[in-house]
Structure formats: C-alpha cells, structure tokens
C-alpha cells in the first residue's frame, strides 16, 4: 500500500481541500491519505475556528484515510517550525512515501532551487540578507529581496510572496534537511486565493473568505463583504451561500455544532491572555517562543493599554514586526510554549509519539502498519502515554492542557458541557 502525506489546518475543511485530497491520491497513484493536521490552533497564532475533532471528521468523510495531530508547539509555530514538525511526523510514521502540498506557482523545480539555497544559506546571500535587515526590512521582506539579489532572477519575489509557496518551500527543506525518503509532489493551489474574504464563484472559495462569513454567526454580516452596507442575515441564509463552497457533508457538521462548538476567536481568550501577561516581567517573558527582548519590553510598556486579545495584537505591531509573528508571540505566551522546550523536543527527535485523532474503519491496517514500521508510540488513548521519554510526555502535557484550555473557553461560551481531553475517543468514521 502507497500513502500520501497531506499536511493541513481544514479551518475550515473546503471544496479546495477535498480537491487536494482527490488530486494527491490521483497525481502520486497512493491508495491512501494520511493527514498531519493542526490541532485548536493555528499557524497564524490564533485558535482554530473550531475544534480538532470536528474539522478531523470533516477529512476522514471527505477522503482521508486517517488524521494525526500536530503537537501545538510546531501547529502555532513559524513557517519553519510548522513545516519541520509536520514532515518530521510523517516521517517519523515509517510508512509515507509521498507528500503532496499545494502551491501558486505548481513548480516543483523552482521551489527546489530556492529550498536549498535557503537550506545551505552561501555567504553571499547571507550578506545580502543582513543588509536588507539593517535597512529595517521585517524577516520575510529582507529574505524575499536578498534572495532575488543573489538569483538575479526577480521570479523569486513573486514566489516567496505566495504563503502556499512559502510553506512548500519549508517542506521541500524539512525533507531535505531530515534525509526523508518521502518524495514531494506540489499541485496548483485551485480557487481563490489563500487572503481573499469573498466567496469564490467557481465554489473554491479561501478558508478566510469561509471564516469571515462564519464569523457573523447570523447576526449582522459586516462592510467587508457588501461594500459599506450593513445586512441582517440568519444563520440559515449563511449556510445557503456555503451550500456549493463545502463538501455536503461539511455542511452537515456546520450546522449541528454552530453555537455549540463554534465559531471561537482570539477574542474569546482575552481574559485568560490578561491574566498570563499582569505577573509577567520582560524578563519571563523572552523565555517563550516568537517573543524577542523588543516585544517583550513593549509588551509590558503597553499592558495598560490592553482592551481586548485581537487589539492588543494590533497595538504591537510595527513595521519590523510582522502581525503573524505577535500572533504566535501571545498565543506561545498563554500557552506556556518556550523556547528551551522546544529545543529539548527538536534534540530529542522532534516526536515521540504520534496521536491519532480519527481513522476510516476500512484503513485501520494503517495502524497495524505504524505499529511496525515507526519508532514512535501510537496514541490512541491518552493511557498509552505512561513510557514515554521525559521530553515526549511534557509535549503531550502541553498538547492537552492547550486543548483543555481551547475546550474550557468553547463550553463556556457555548454553556455546554465540558469534555476532558483525558475523555475524548479515537473518531472512527
């Protein structure tokens, strides 16, 4: 049996991501998709629109074959960081022979070139790259202009400004860097683009366009999307513009856990953000991931200021500082992600274990597979935990207590009841 790995957020789970699942089983001829897929938060730095297990049930019945967690250390991580930790993960399985990822560009051979330029970092292009910084460039604009100087190809621009591109980029390293077997395939991203907050009329629709529409919750549907006009919308008339934008049975799972399990903002945290940033110094604060000695002192400087999570994100942003990278800053910060940890994971091997969130039925020699194949413990249940090493178990105490957290603040928004992580059951569809 061949597998494709996919490695994904589905937040939410859109036409475009069926059409990825389809087209990666087609293009590398793999009789199953295996997916590495973010847990309740996201590259960006913010809390998943809606929880893991939903978003995991909307993969398994819409193609995929079974869907493991990305620890939160890596899912809220930089591209880098959330590109290692996921192919490290498959990997890591013992049973992968293919990733398929989607980028603008659909050119295997150009995101190549640059990954081991980027990988191999030359002196030249390491001089080009501390100049464009000093000329007070944030890190991807200094990188995306060093880059096009040392090529002198101006095509490198366009490409490292494409996020599909990027993070493909980061795979074809993580590959390279880990010496993987795993041969990589890239498909056109179909649709519309990855930031466009409109539906698409060719219903392949962004996963931002699908959350801002979500996001009004059958309440009063904002400027953004009907040029300066405000228009009252039910819940109802929202899940009919969905209709040809998600999977039927996407459509489904939306509307039975709408103000149940979903839609959660960063907004939703913001007491519990408070709370972790009043007893922190400066000091304290540089030990977590994202958070430099210059976000860390304004961090404290503006704390006075703080009304609520998305706001203060925004009051610290500046020009070297990218809005994504305050984002996982705070988010790192509430979660207890530091960097020492994180060191200890990577020396460690990246993973020790691998938790499964759900499976088709008529894949779970999958498993069987793993279990002989990897080195890694298989998490079906939280109790099979007891043997991991030192630093596997405190990656797995954050996984949960980030979960438990995410859970706590969906069942007292929503005033349904709570479900420990230690509770929750392996989805079998």
């Known amino acids: 049996m061949k597998i494709v790995g996919l490695i994904t957020e589905y937040n939410p789970f859109h036409n475009g991501h069926m059409h990825h699942i389809k087209e990666s089983l087609r293009i590398t001829g793999a009789d199953a998709a295996v997916v590495v897929m973010s847990g309740d938060y996201v590259q960006r730095g913010v809390p998943a629109i809606m929880p893991k297990r939903i978003r995991a049930e909307m993969a398994l019945k819409c193609g995929a074959s079974a869907v493991f967690e990305l620890p939160v250390c890596y899912a809220s991580g930089s591209a880098e960081y959330f590109a290692m930790g996921a192919v490290s993960l498959l990997d890591s399985l013992g049973i992968t022979d293919f990733l398929c990822f989607g980028s603008e560009c659909d050119d295997l051979d150009a995101l190549e070139r640059i990954a081991d330029i980027l990988l191999d970092e030359p002196a030249k292009y390491r001089i080009l790259l501390k100049k464009q ?12 202009q060093a880059l096009s100087e040392y090529t002198g190809d101006a095509g490198c621009t366009a490409i490292l400004s494409e996020p599909n591109n990027i993070l493909g980029i980061e795979y074809l390293k993580a590959i390279k860097k880990l010496n993987s077997r795993i041969l990589p395939y890239t498909i056109k991203r179909a649709g519309a683009h990855y930031h466009d907050r409109r539906l698409s009329d060719e219903h392949l629709s962004s996963a931002s366009a699908i959350r801002s529409l979500l996001a009004y919750s059958g309440s009063v549907l ?42 959660v903002y960063q907004n939703d945290f913001s007491i519990i953000l408070k709370y972790k940033l009043l007893n922190k110094r400066p000091e304290n604060l540089i030990r977590y991931m994202d958070v430099s000695e210059e976000l860390a002192n304004r961090i404290c400087g503006q704390l006075d200021n703080f009304f609520n999570y998305k706001q203060f994100c925004e009051l610290l942003k500046t020009r070297e500082t990218t809005q994504t990278r305050i984002n996982r800053a705070l988010l790192h910060i509430m979660l207890g992600i530091k960097k020492a940890d994180v060191s ?86």
């Not at 910084?133 to 995306?144: C, E, H, I, T």
């Not at 953004?224 to 969905?242: C, M, V, Y």
């Open 133 to 144: 910084l000093k000329n007070g460039l944030s890190y991807p604009s200094a990188r995306m």
């Open 222 to 263: 904002q400027a953004d999307r009907f040029g300066g006009t405000f228009e009252d919308t039910s819940f109802s008339g929202i899940l009919n513009e969905l209709e040809e934008q998600v999977p039927s049975c996407c459509l489904e799972l939306l509307k039975d856990y709408h103000r149940v399990s979903y839609p």
């Open 344 to 429: 200890e994971y990577i020396s460690s091997g990246y993973h020790s274990y691998a938790r499964l969130l759900g499976i088709r039925k008529d894949r779970e020699n999958i498993l069987a597979r793993i279990a002989k194949e990897s080195s890694l413990t298989l998490l079906t249940r939280l109790s099979d935990s007891q043997n991991l090493p030192a630093a596997g178990r405190k990656m797995l105490r954050n996984d949960i207590l980030a979960s438990n957290l995410y859970t706590s603040v969906v069942t007292d928004k929503y005033k349904t009841a709570y479900q420990n992580e230690y509770k929750q059951r392996i989805l079998k569809i």
